[in-house]
């Protein structure tokens, strides 16, 4: 693949995980991990490693936006960042511990309990 096949390649998923961003809220690494291991070849850890990294900047935005149209519950917003730091400082640490196969079962299994949850759960 020529390099600006791969430029084009990597602005189209970024794309479409900003619209997954901005029209669930969340969603974007469930696109991006995959599409990073399957058409950039880069390593599992590194995929996620780098997800996270580019999921912040589209948070931004996204929030930005959302505020124009609906309130925010900041109470929230302190509570759950506080919450989500920590968890976000755990995770972190567990990636370097897990074997690739370990993090490739534990997201599938995430994304199935959501799958599961969004299609039949409230």
């Given at each position: 693949?020529?390099?600006?096949?791969?430029?084009?390649?990597?602005?189209?998923?970024?794309?479409?995980?900003?619209?997954?961003?901005?029209?669930?809220g969340?969603?974007?690494?469930?696109?991006?991990?995959?599409?990073?291991?399957?058409?950039?070849?880069?390593?599992?850890?590194?995929?996620?490693a780098?997800?996270?990294?580019?999921?912040?900047?589209l948070s931004?935005?996204?929030?930005?936006?959302?505020?124009?149209?609906?309130?925010?519950?900041?109470?929230?917003?302190?509570?759950?960042?506080?919450?989500?730091?920590?968890?976000?400082?755990?995770?972190?640490?567990?990636l370097?511990?897990?074997?690739?196969?370990?993090?490739?079962?534990?997201?599938?299994?995430?994304?199935?309990?959501a799958?599961?949850?969004?299609?039949?759960?409230?």
């Amino acid at each position: 693949m020529s390099y600006l096949n791969k430029k084009c390649l990597r602005t189209a998923v970024g794309a479409l995980v900003g619209i997954a961003n901005g029209l669930f809220g969340a969603g974007g690494g469930t696109i991006l991990v995959p599409a990073m291991e399957k058409f950039f070849k880069v390593e599992t850890h590194k995929a996620h490693a780098t997800a996270i990294a580019v999921i912040l900047p589209l948070s931004v935005v996204s929030a930005v936006i959302y505020m124009r149209g609906a309130p925010v519950d900041w109470r929230a917003v302190l509570y759950v960042s506080a919450g989500g730091a920590a968890g976000g400082y755990a995770g972190a640490n567990w990636l370097n511990k897990l074997s690739a196969g370990w993090l490739h079962k534990i997201f599938g299994a995430f994304l199935v309990f959501a799958a599961l949850r969004m299609l039949f759960g409230k």
